[in-house]
């Protein structure tokens, strides 16, 4: 063996070394209902799987931002997870009734890219986020009151979350419906 090919294989172990636990350890995430966001491991074993017959209705608290403006929120990416553990454990979507309600340092993640490249620089890294968890059937909705503080017009907002009158209203109108709060 020469010393050049006995150099590449030690820096190859090393590699795959380094490298082979981090695959096995991220891969094998599952996207069963929205794909790219909210990756998920299937427990088909795990106690207390939903019910496939029930509703199951949530009202998301999302207040934090992302550490940086080119990071996707959290709290969003954390009901994409929501919605693939429900549809993992079999549950339709027609029997998810899911609703986020977006405000103080999250709010700017629901502007448009116009407004948010304004504020940041660059294209919100929420807005494909935003519509895959409207085409799963979540509704979003952002404090009008959170708006105002900020001082964004509502003209501001992706057009695919709605403005409330305020956060504090839409949570105790959805828990008062049976929404269990899911807070972030």
Known sequence: MTPMFRTTLIILSVALASVGPALA????WRYPAIEGYGGIKPLSEAANQPSVKAEHKAVFDVTKAAKSPDQLNPGLERVARAVNVFASAGVPAEKLDFVVVVHGPATPGILNDA????QFGQANPN???IAALRKAGVTLHVCGQALAKHA???S???NEVDVALSALS???IFQSRGYAVVPQ
Do not use: S
Request: charged share 25%; glycine share 10%.
């Open 127 to 129: 807005t494909a986020l």
């Open 115 to 118: 407004q948010y490249e304004k």
């Open 152 to 154: 964004f017009d509502q």
């Open 25 to 28: 350890a991220g891969g094998d």
């Open 156 to 158: 501001w907002v992706n």
């Open 170 to 172: 839409d949570l105790v």
